[in-house]
């Protein structure tokens, strides 16, 4: 067998690491001696989800207890944050999918680079389409939506690509059936979940909106009620939703003074004032803040004062009213910055993490840590729309894939009449499908352990 040599601190637990066999006097200590105690303790000392990924490929029994939930629990607590692999950005002025820019910690680290190696951060498993508009990434998924009648998440370590065809306005299952054309998808959000997600969809018809949303664990839409008098302006198609994942928070900028805010936990809207010292300013540049959620999933606010301070605000609930309102957590003056003489803007917040954007610098795009503020990466993509990419967790090999996702075959999925939208392929399409599928899953799993 193999010798394993290990300048690794002892196992926490005194365990034994062979079954009995002591009167042996060619005893040897191999992989398949070890214990599953010894096994956990090896894997909760790797540095993060694309190690643990790596290493639970070695065989199936570490798969085993890589995958299993208490695991997993154990090794979030140790490692709450997923390494960024890059940025996906896309100019929303082209027709074309977004373009991936990857960090510098993939060319040093060697497990985010077998990671970026064994992916398809070209998109080259989606159809060549000038209709695909990238809408949202969250958690390693992409949500892109093609025309106005579906979506697709697609995971670009996995492969795994699921189609969701949107309900259409005479759909059977809306309370309230609509003429074709009468009401408009205008924002699409993605909310993501322990290997499952959420899709959420507003829809607007004149002055009022109403969300759906969509779940992968039941593969069905829910479509909840008008909300009237919300007066959205007439770019608001245009507008990029801020997103407290964690917290189920979508927000909207709807004036000067305030935001606009959906709950999924209730599927509700309402207006949160923003904090007054920002409100009162005579001018308000687009990038002035940005509102998403620290690592901890705490609804946060960023906001740039001037050109080099930075102000953090948490979203509590007031006692009385059930309201919400921002409460300023710290303020701290950026001394990098400060070095580039330039004016920068909140580009969005995600995850404990922070992009601001300088159009005039030879780096677009910079990428705070919200904790201490400090740079954790910068990138070169000049006037685009663009969102940080992490490694998934769990990770794609960790997670079985449900009956509604699988490696680059598109799946649609029961809705009302969606599937007469999609002709049946044949049988011997099937089979040629099932093969390539089967064997492309096979080819991701051999680059995961280059």
Known sequence: GRRILSSAAPPRRATRLMEPSETSPAATTTIDSLKDDNIEDILLRLPSPASLARAALASRRWRGIASSSPFLRRFRELHPRSPILGLFASQPDLQQLPIFHPAAAVRSDPDLKAAARGGDFLLTRLEDDPAWRFRDCRNGRLLLCRGGDSLSLYDPVSHRHVAVPRPRNDEPLLPVPLPPGAAEYIWDCLLDGHGE???????RDGQRLRAMEYA????????HPWVDGIRMPAHAQSMRPMLAAAAGLIFWRYDRNSSLLLDTSTMAF???PLPVAIATQTMMPPGAYAIGDTEEGVCCLLHIVGRTTLQVWLLKKNDGD???AWELEKQSHIGWLDSFNRRFGVHMVAAGMAIVYCMSCKFSHFVIDLKDLSLMEKFRCHRTMAYPFQMPW????????SPCERPTTPQTYACGDAQNQHEAPSSSRKRKSNDEAANLNKEGDQLLCV
């Open 216 to 223: 992968s664990r039941t593969a069905e839409w829910g479509i």
């Open 322 to 324: 059930g309201g919400h």
């Open 270 to 272: 309402s207006i949160v």
């Open 197 to 203: 997600f959420r899709v959420v969809t507003v829809q």
């Open 394 to 401: 769990p990770p794609a090999a960790l997670v079985p894939t």
